[in-house]
């Protein structure tokens, strides 16, 4: 199943690089998660903690249920963005990154070290 998922993925972001609108802003799960997000102040935050053997994890402080983590830093923006659409059930096709993120809104990381 996971590859399926996947697949339509890939295969609905490459539609919409070919100009092919799949009006996902219009889908109700869709809206109802910019609704659920516009009640957060418009933004989920995490709290990333990373381990000491390379492992890190992503849980949402505003939102219960919603964790991610992995040992690969490069897929952190992947896997929570797939996390967010899991937790509220859009499915893969409807899945565009830019749902997430408001025009030139800058992405921000706060990070406590201790020594």
Known sequence: MRLFNHTVYYFAAALRRFGIDLNEENDPRVVEMKRAVNRLGGKIEFKIEQYPDGFWTAE????????TGSAAIPEMPALIRDAIFTYFAIPP?????A??????????????VYV
């Open 99 to 112: 749902l997430l993120k408001a025009d030139h809104e800058p992405v921000t990381t706060r990070q406590r």
């Open 93 to 97: 096709h409807l899945c565009n990154p």
């Open 60 to 67: 949402s402080t505003n939102l219960d249920g919603i964790i």
